[in-house]
């Protein structure tokens, strides 16, 4: 990969799907790429906004430290290799922004402007709704509200000081000069949904827009030619449902999605991209991604929300299958020019059904299917499992709560690699705080309980795609996947017990004894990795550690 990347997550289901391929960099899918990640959203509080964004600060701080720039460098052959570098940017609908009619400064007397909104908004509804939340499956407006805010945004960050303009102005700027110094060199991978409103009116525009921010903010030197510039995208169709909503939810906010329109809204949105110019012109490939209407699940808790704070949907296997496509973007060697887009080849993959035809499952050849007998994917997220488990489990740290056990996380694993050696152990000096942030990552990566007398159990990002595919099966053995106190406390001493068929052989070696074994092998490798690329003391310390998971799970080096 020697092109500059470029990730853009967009609306809410843009956002779970930005969150899958953060974990595809702390697993190290990444090594040495340093990615600019732009989020955009009408929802400034959204709850699957604020869990990515803050995904991405905690993977940050993890690559800090006190002496080094913040979110380090990019390193390679360990666990959060990638340099990721965030820019928030979101359109203003505060104040008297708040709905279309405002925005548009239509008034009751101003009866040609009205008359023209009238031919494509309903007056009553469209018009009228508060926009904070999103464009609410109303593409035709959002389409070009959005177009229209990302150049208002570049138009102020050029007019106005830095000093000025507003934060989210500021960081669309950053993004587009970072565009514009990669030149050629850039990928850019858009992630969205075609079925609910900020994704699906997003995706045919951003491109767009962003060449109108580029020649504004170059004062009218550069464009973003799509003939040097690579753009893709994941088009992911609906995958959940929630109850309709009542009448006296309509009439309150005015128009509200309806899960029962989104298997019409993605048909009508894909046909829209199969015809539209700027698609055609400025995507070298697309990924439709699909899921089985019969399985989709009713993710609404009983509440049925527009948005805001508390819309914090569970994370799904198709958004993994998302952030797999921009891996299989950013990776490809050639992504030609589509000189006959009418005529493009098509490639599919499915995946196998359970006997019933119930559930599905899902291999590590499901999400990428490498041309080689190496699967990338299937090591890395194996040797991140692995990590979370000989940490929240045999070291339990499954709890944040504070603990005198120095056998507690990662300073307890430090212990005993330091009891019954002779020579020095490096990594002895890492602040106890900065490995708190490993501890908190692996929680969200994996599970947590409520507090350290096994309370509730809370199911991360891995441990949510594996109950997504429901009885279907996910990449490992369905019993590698705890769900009380009981099955945690079977796991202490196995922690890389979880594969199964005819991958079983990858299994740590030791049986019950497989922590022992484990401990007592990786003590007599204790050495610094200078190749890793990193320059902290916590870079060589995940480094060593993903060298003996590596190791203990038979991978080639």
Request: charged share 20%.
């Amino acid at each position: 990969m020697n092109d500059k990347l470029f990730v853009i997550g967009i609306g809410g289901t843009g956002m779970r799907c930005l969150e899958s391929f953060v974990h595809l960099c702390a697993m190290g899918l990444f090594d040495g790429q340093e990615i600019d990640i732009l989020t955009i959203d009408t929802d400034t509080g959204n709850g699957n906004k604020d869990r990515t964004e803050n995904l991405i600060a905690l993977y940050n701080d993890i690559k800090s430290s006190a002496s080094n720039q913040q979110g380090g460098v990019a390193t390679r052959d360990s666990f959060f290799t990638a340099k990721l570098n965030l820019y928030k940017f979101a359109t203003d609908y505060s104040g008297n922004r708040v709905s279309y009619r405002n925005l548009a400064n239509i008034s009751d007397d101003d009866h040609d402007n009205q008359d023209l909104a009238d031919l494509f908004l309903d007056k009553e509804t469209v018009q009228n709704f508060n926009l904070s939340h999103g464009y609410r499956a109303q593409t035709h407006l959002g389409s070009m509200l959005m177009y229209n805010g990302i150049v208002e945004a570049a138009r102020n960050a050029y007019t106005k000081g830095e000093d000025k303009i507003l934060p989210q102005e500021k960081a669309l700027k950053d993004f587009v000069e970072k565009l514009l110094a990669a030149g050629s060199g850039a990928r850019v991978f858009i992630f969205g949904s075609v079925f609910g409103g900020t994704g699906a009116s997003s995706i045919p525009v951003v491109p767009r827009a962003l060449n109108e921010a580029v020649r504004i903010i170059s004062d009218k030197t550069n464009t973003l030619n799509p003939e040097v510039v690579k753009f893709g995208a994941s088009l992911l169709t609906d995958y959940f449902k929630f109850p309709a909503p009542d009448q006296a939810q309509k009439q309150s906010e005015k128009v509200v999605a309806d899960s029962r329109n989104f298997a019409l809204n993605s048909q009508a949105a894909l046909d829209f991209y199969r015809k539209d110019p700027t698609v055609k012109a400025y995507y070298r490939r697309l990924y439709h991604i699909g899921w089985p209407q019969l399985m989709r699940k009713d993710i609404s808790d009983g509440k049925l929300l527009t948005g805001g704070g508390d819309q914090k949907n569970p994370c799904h296997v198709v958004e993994l299958m998302s952030a797999m496509a921009a891996y299989d973007f950013f990776t490809n060697p050639e992504l030609p020019v589509n000189t006959n887009a009418d005529n493009m080849p098509c490639f599919y993959r499915t995946v196998e059904q359970t006997d019933d035809g119930r559930f599905l499952n899902f291999s590590a050849e499901s999400f990428y299917k490498p041309e080689g007998s190496v699967n990338p994917f299937m090591e890395k997220i194996a040797q991140m499992f692995s990590l979370s488990n000989l940490v929240l489990v045999s070291h339990d740290a499954s709890h944040a709560l504070n603990t005198s056990n120095k056998y507690y996380g990662i300073r307890g694993l430090i212990q005993r690699l330091k009891e019954g050696v002779k020579h020095e152990v490096p990594f002895v000096k890492i602040d106890p705080v900065h490995l708190a942030k490993v501890e908190a990552y692996l929680r969200q990566f994996a599970f947590r309980f409520s507090d350290n007398g096994r309370g509730e159990f809370v199911p991360g990002w891995l441990y949510q795609l594996r109950y997504s595919v429901d009885g279907g099966r996910f990449i490992f053995r369905n019993d590698a996947f705890i769900g009380s106190s009981s099955q945690y406390n079977n796991m202490v001493m196995t922690p890389g017990n979880i594969f199964d068929g005819e991958n079983t052989n990858k299994n740590w070696d030791g049986g019950s004894k497989q922590y022992n074994n484990f401990i007592d092998s990786i003590k007599n490798d204790i050495s610094v990795n200078t190749s890793v690329g990193g320059t902290t003391e916590m870079d060589q310390f995940l480094s060593f550690l993903y060298s003996g998971i590596r190791k203990a799970h038979k991978f080639s080096n």
